[in-house]
């Protein structure tokens, strides 16, 4: 089945620098990889997602990139705020469900 | 439109008791999925749902947890006879149709404490 590797598991920025969290998938069946952020307390939400016939997607400070021929999968978050500050997990779809990655926790800092 | 909701957000059992989670998807949704959440810790998988039937129900830790679903809306997380290591939030999410759409929507998760 489906293996979905994610790093780093923690990631410490300052106020306006760049983030990226990196996710790996073993299926090269799998066709839609979403990211999902949640805040401490809260539920998982759906950030911005991308399908395997696109190689990028952006919405406005966040990006995703897909390589699909490595298998590895990328969210790109400039210009960070403090409101960033969450787990952010990637999940990649294997037999009609999602394999989530362990998540990484983002600290920004002002 | 209403969002998955879950009942109850917090329960304490103790030790040796039976447990009940409910989960009410979006309306429509015919997908259903089970998660849990340890503290500080990522997304474990559970059980799946196409309809009332469960596709996928691979992730059960052992056989005091069970599932069910009724008239492919509403959903039972059934942990009998719970033990320490079961808590954890429980969250629940939902999509349209597994096939054709694989965004989920979670719910706010009932955060179960065994004492």
């Known amino acids: 089945g489906e293996n979905v590797e994610q790093h780093p598991s923690t990631l410490s920025v300052q106020e306006g620098d760049s983030a990226v969290i990196k996710c790996t998938y073993s299926?090269?069946?799998?066709?839609?990889f979403p990211w999902y952020k949640q805040e401490l307390g809260k539920r998982p939400q759906l950030i911005i997602d991308i399908r395997s016939n696109v190689g990028e997607k952006k919405d406005q400070r966040i990006a995703v990139t897909l390589n699909k021929t490595a298998k590895h999968f990328s969210l790109h978050i400039t210009e960070t705020q403090p409101e960033d500050s969450a787990v952010y997990f990637c999940?990649?779809?294997?037999?009609?469900?999602?394999?989530f990655g362990t998540g990484t926790r983002l600290l920004v800092s002002p | 439109g209403a969002g998955v909701s879950q009942s109850p957000s917090n329960k304490v059992t103790e030790k040796g008791k039976d447990v009940e989670l409910r989960c009410d998807p979006i309306?429509?949704?015919?997908?259903l999925y089970w998660y849990r959440q340890s503290l500080g810790q990522g997304l474990e998988f559970l059980i799946y749902?196409?309809?009332?039937?469960?596709?996928?129900k691979s992730g059960l830790p052992s056989d005091r947890f069970s599932a069910e679903r009724t008239g492919g809306s509403v959903s039972t997380l059934t942990i009998q006879r719970t033990q320490q290591e079961d808590s954890a939030v429980y969250l629940c999410?939902?999509?349209?149709?597994?096939?054709?759409?694989?965004?989920?929507?979670f719910g706010p998760g009932t955060r179960l404490t065994v004492t």
């Open positions: 999940a990649a779809v294997g037999f009609q469900k999602l394999v």
């Open positions: 299926d090269s069946a799998s066709n839609y």
């Open positions: 749902f196409q309809g009332n039937s469960a596709p996928d």
């Open positions: 309306s429509g949704h015919t997908a």
């Open positions: 999410a939902s999509n349209k149709d597994s096939a054709q759409s694989y965004e989920q929507y």
